[in-house]
Structures are given as structure tokens and as C-alpha cells.
């Protein structure tokens, strides 16, 4: 199988829980997509990012929700926009974007591994 990867690889790769706090739209984004403020508690802090989640998703449905994202990528420019984080979603074959969620509440910031 191609693409394997060790142990040691997938644990550089720190992805955490988080909590939107606010949804705004990015109109000036190439394809539909929303700017995410995400609450990653308190050693993390508050990040944004840009995710392309229109299709499921409206900016009424995603404050509140708990999510999970990666957070040691570096920042990202997107446009007028900094992204600081990968919010994790399974991509279905339409190209449409469902959210990775914890199936129970979580404190913010918890490590995923």
C-alpha cells in the first residue's frame, strides 16, 4: 500500500477539538465557503479559517458546533483572509464537505490521537 506512514509521522500532526463560535460568509473566496472563528480553549486560544461547507451547511447551523481541526499547519492566505487552521471534514464524491465531529461534548482543545 503506497502512502504509509509511521507511528512517529502521525503524531506530528496535532489535531485538537474546537467549538465555532461564529460563521460569516467569504464572498470573495473562489468557491463558496464560510470564515470559522474557533474556540480551541484555553491554551490555543481563538483561530480562523475558511472552509467550503455551503452545501450542508448554513452560517445559523454552525455556532455552537464542536469540531475537530488541525493546528500546527502554518497559516494559510486566502485572498484578504489568514486561515490558521484545517477544520477536518469527509469529502464525499460530489465534492460536498460533511464536518468531523466528536459524537459527544468535549472540552476544547482536547488532543486527538
Known sequence: MDGLISFSDFH?????????????????????????????????????????????????????????????FPPKQIGKFMSEVLVLGAVEQDGKVVLLEPNQGTSNGIRIS
Do not use: C, W
Request: avoid cysteine; hydrophobic fraction near 40%.
Open 12 to 72: 506530528k500532526v496535532d489535531i485538537r477539538t474546537g467549538t465555532i463560535i461564529e460563521a460569516k460568509a467569504f464572498p470573495e473566496a473562489r468557491k463558496p465557503a464560510y470564515q470559522l472563528f474557533i474556540d480551541f480553549g484555553p491554551d490555543l486560544g481563538m483561530k480562523k479559517t475558511s472552509a467550503q461547507i455551503t452545501d450542508h451547511y448554513t452560517l445559523e447551523d454552525l455556532p455552537g458546533k464542536q469540531i475537530v481541526a488541525v493546528v500546527n
